[in-house]
Structure formats: structure tokens, C-alpha cells
């Protein structure tokens, strides 16, 4: 008989914890919910608990956690409060699996106490690997952490790559849709709103990540994840324009074959690997039909018209404490644009500000890379002002 | 340091032979050619012996052996004729590897040596597998024989399942590019020439595979190859047109994935692929560039329109000696088709014919299947008047 896996959610009321719970859900068999963590709502994770009855539920604010305590303490259920009952979920003895999908650089304490450790993590979360990739690997070495990536491009990646040898790898090709503008001019570009930034032509995601989507930033943190996940140079990694989004990566060889992973666009297929692996387990959902689609279409990316992947390549280029500024930029600049304080087309100036402004250090603690982190941000907060000519 | 790996080619005057030879010729340091072996191209295998200097040369037709004899006796060198000449270069204790390249039913009994020999087999010959597919896995297993495909499809396919479960895969889908005549109506199919059906549009191969690939006979043909290298169920196997030969197969899982291989068009990389396998060597040409091609483009198989394929997936259904049978029907079609004694569209009926009119047996041994192979082409031999109407 099969085991049933321990999972702890991190971030369970997001749009990727809660695709996470929705594949447990469909294998009580195989999974179960031992924790439960989210920021604030106290709505929902109130609601999960009740379903999934972990043994221990996190929520980081300290009022939203009051109101789930008084409630789920009456269901006999453990409450804790703060990031430090957010790390408790990260590092719950009983949890095989620690799904991290945390949004932005708040995931990363947590993922990184999960990889101390030694936890198998499903990593949804791209802050962790994009601010502290070269902590976070050389920790899991250490440790003994597994991390299992639950993007759909990555872990495509990590699925073309089984039974390869790691030194016949020639270079890996991620996948863009071309998000929600790929076919305006630059002068419309310009003039792009929120509400058209959140309409993603084909995955349904949180704000931040669907604005960055559009910017193609999206990908740019895509590789610098690679970059950690795989251990491959800057130069081995590359982007193609895939309007379908059905080929979710493709793997290059030296003897000049290509392996690529190809599914429909659903985030719960490669949230199921993560928790399955090495199994894979059966959904209902057919694979794509390719005589259906009838073709599967591929552009050259255009890295003139899309600064933040080049913006991104460079931080891995530099490395140390780069990438750290980069994301916080990143963040800074999105949650102007959402806010309507600047235009779509000054996100990649905000985050080129950033990182050239910032003094670039060696990033040989997560404690150095969060303040990193804290003084792009302060920086920063002189305001939009400036951005918005 | 690299081992070298002791080469023997069987078939090395035909077109993968060749370029198995051009393969080893790439990696001097890598490979080694032992022993070389063909039918009666005397004057071709004299030029590889000299250029390759095997310890071992096999010509089965005798005066042909004789010419060889006598130029390549000067050189030092040993060369052995008939089958059990070929034979002895399956077996050599020197080789590490046996490319089994001969074209035909003829390939059936030196392979069989090899893998009672626990051999390690590059497997290009179709019809080893497909009439004794059977009886080559037993032996395989019981010997220790490895197995590793040529075939461009199952080399892909085998690619695709490295470090997969097998009881992951749902579903594998041979790419076939449709072949010379897909673009035809049933009535110009009727009437093609063997001129026309000799110039496929991707491949460059022998008149009897190329016939098959026009027939989409090669399609069925390698149905049945794959069902034994893979161990499939028939109904886990199906074909899909993909006209630019790019995707060379693919291989669905039961969660919804999809692992693809893809490569250009050129034999010489599964050819390669299984002399380095499991390393891959680098080529000087580079993977297809996705974005340069714009699309890949896949159709539904249309089982009315290529008949071959339903008879190739009937006569795994029916296994023992049926598929003998239909492969024997082939052969004899294809050489009247070739020969202008009978039209493209009586090669499907004469191979209906030679399996329905033939007495099922269970095949239990390479002799029996030889038996039927002989009586299905004396049953043939009343001659290809009967289809001419």
C-alpha cells in the first residue's frame, strides 16, 4: 500500500495553497494537511481548517489570528501567531512536505528555516531562490532538503531533466505565453492599465505575479530560479515566445536533442508532482490533444522590447545581493502600477533605479539579502513622483 | 578517461550502416569498429575495411566474399562469408556493441545470435522485433542483452522514459510525417509510381522503408517494435501525423504530462544516442531553432485512409505468428510495387491477404517464425497477377 504524505501549506489561502489543497483534496488517500499558514485571512483558512483539520494553523497577523483562534480553538485546533508560528508550519517535524507559496520576499524565512531543516519543499514562491538562491543551495546540500518546484515551467524543467546526466545538458529554454500585451506596439504599452495587466490570456494567478507577467519580468525571475534549481550558467539559459503555453520548457542536449514537457496550462498538474514524486498520479483531465490544437507555435523573444529579462539576467550576471534588489524593485514598482502611480512602461526603469543604486554586497546571510531588501524599498519610498514624467 | 567501445556493424553497406560508420568516424577516441558486415556490396565493405581496419569481415553472398577475400587477405585482414559468417560478427566476443543495420527478415537470426549472446544491440533492422518481438524480449531478459532502439520514433520514446516509472505512462504517440503521398486523394494514391513513392520528403532511407513510410506501413511496422521494446498494450499505443519530423515521438504519463524529444531530422543522432548511450556526445549541428521553424504542426491519423497501420495494429493483437506473417506480406508487396508488377493501392490487400489467409501459430521459436515468413512468401509466390486488377 501506498504511504500517505504529510503536507504543511504555506500561504494556503493564495491562489497556488489553495490549488495545492484542491489536489489533496482529490487524493485523501495519499495526502493529508498537518499545517496551514496564511498572512490574513481569517475567513478562509477558518473554513480550510475545518475541512482538512491540521494539527497546527499559522496566520502571520496578529488580529486575523486572534479571531481564527478564538474560532478553531473551540475545535480543539492549535493556533499560533507571527512569523514565528509561520515558521513553526516550515519546520513541523511531522510534515514530509512543506508546500511553500507564500507571496513575495515575506516566503523566504520561512522556506529557508524549511531547508535547515532538511524538509522536502514543493517551492511555488519565487522570492526565496530569486533573493537567496546561493544560500538556500548550498543549505539544502547541507541539510539534505529536497526543493521540488511547483512553476510550471521549472518543473517541466526538473521532469525533462530525469534520467539525464547533468553534464549533457546544453542549454534550457523557458517558455513564455508573452503575457497579457504581447501584441501591442510600445506606444500602447506605454498606456496599459492594472485592469488590463490582471487579464492573463491563459493562467489564472495573483495580481503581482499576473503584472509581472505582463512585464515579462515573470520570466526573468524564472531564470534566476533555474539558475539555482539546475545549476546552470546564465549563458545555458534562454527564453521562447510560446503563445499555447501547452510546451512548459524544453531541455537542449550536446548531441543537439531537445526533451520538452508538454501539458495543459493548469497549475494543479505540476503542484501534483511536486507532491507526488516520484510517482505521478492520475487526474481526470486528459494530457493536450495535439491534432486538436493542431500546431504549437514558437517566436523569437524579443529582449529589446522586454528590459526586465535582461534586467534579471544581468542580476544573475553580478550575483550577491543583485538579484535581492532586483525583486525588491520589482515588488516596489508593480505595487505602484497596481496603485495607478505609474505606467506600465516605468516598471523596468523603477527596477533598473534599483539595482544600479544599490550598493552591491556578497549576500553571505538571508539577514543581509532581507536588509537588502529593506533599503531598495526605503530608497524607494522617496516615491513614485519621479517615475511618473 | 573515456572507454573506447568496440563497434560491430551489421549491414554497414546500407544507409544506416553508413552512417553508423559516419558516427564512429566523429568520435575516433569513443569508438572502435570491430567488426563490419553486409550482403554483397564487395566493393563498398573493401573501402570501410581499409578505412575502419575491423578484425572481422562478414560478406554472406559467396562470390562477393570471395572479391573481398582476396583484396582484404592482402591487408591481414579475416574475412568469413555466409550467415554463419555474418553470425560470427553478431557474437564476437570482442564487441561491445552489435548495430544491427541489415535490411529485412535476413536480420532476424543474427540478432537473435547477439541476444542470445547478452549483447548489447543498436536495433535499426525493424524486423527482428516484429516478427520474433516475442521471443527477443524473453531472451533479452534471460541473457542480459540491452536492447537500445535506432529508429528515430524509439530512440524518442526511449529518451522520453528515461528516469520515468513505468507505471506512470498512460499513452505513446509515434509522430509519423505522413510520408511521400500524404497530401494525395485515394485516387492519385492509386496510381503513384515507385519513382514518386522514392522521394520522401524528410528522410533519405532504403526503397523498402521508403515504400513503407509512403504505405505508412513503417508506421505499423514500428507500432509493433514498439510494443516489445516498451512493453506496451496495443491500446496504449497511437500515431499522430507531425509533418515537419521534429517531434520524433511522444510519450504521455497518467497525470496529464507530456515528454516529447525532439531533433532535426538526421538518423545519424539515434544512431549516435545508442553507441554513446547512456552519455550523450556532442554534434557539430545544433538542436532545431523552434523559433526559426514558427510552428509544429500535428493531425489527426486517418486509420481509413492508411490501412497498413490497422493491419500492423491487428496483427500484435492477434501476436504469435501474425505479425510474421504481415511482415512477409510487406516484403513481397513492396518488391512487386517496386518492381511495377503491381499499384501502390494492392499493397494493403496483398498484406491482408498473406495474414488472413496464413494458419495462426504461437511462434514459439525463430525457426517456426522463418517457417512462416517462407510459407507466407511461397503462398505470395502464385504471383502478383491476382492484384493487378
Known sequence: MASVKSISVLGSTGSIGRQALDVVDSFPDRFRVVALACRSSAE???LQARRFRPQLVAVEEEKAAKTVRETLGRDGMQVVVGSEGIAECAVLPGADIVVAA?????????VWE?????????????????????????????????ILPVDSEHSAIFQSLLGQRR???????????????????????????????????????????TVDSATLMNKGLELIEARWLFDLRPDMLDVVLHRESIVHSLVEFVDGSVIAHLARPDMRLPIQFALSYPERLPRGDPP????ELGGLHFERFDTQRWPCVGLARKAIETGGTAPAALNAGDEVAVEWFLQGKVTFSAIP??????????????????????AVDRRVRDVLEEGPARWTS
Request: no cysteine; proline share 5%.
Open 44 to 46: 478562509e483558512i477558518i
Open 102 to 110: 507564500a507571496a513575495g520576499v515575506a516566503g523566504l524565512a520561512p
Open 114 to 146: 524549511a531547508v535547515r531543516a532538511g524538509k522536502t519543499v514543493a517551492l511555488a514562491n519565487k522570492e526565496p531562490l530569486v533573493v537567496a538562491g546561493h544560500l538556500i543551495v548550498m543549505e539544502a546540500a547541507r541539510s539534505g532538503s529536497h
Open 167 to 209: 553534464e549533457s545538458v546544453a542549454r534550457v529554454l523557458l517558455t513564455a505565453s508573452g503575457g497579457a500585451f504581447r501584441d501591442l506596439d510600445q506606444v500602447a504599452l506605454a498606456r496599459v492599465t492594472p485592469q488590463q495587466a490582471l487579464a492573463h490570456p491563459t493562467w489564472k494567478m495573483g495580481p503581482k505575479v
Open 288 to 291: 493536450p490533444d495535439l491534432a
Open 349 to 370: 526603469r523603477i527596477i533598473e533605479h534599483a539595482v544600479t543604486t544599490h550598493e552591491v554586497g556578497a549576500g553571505e546571510s538571508v539577514e543581509e539579502l532581507l
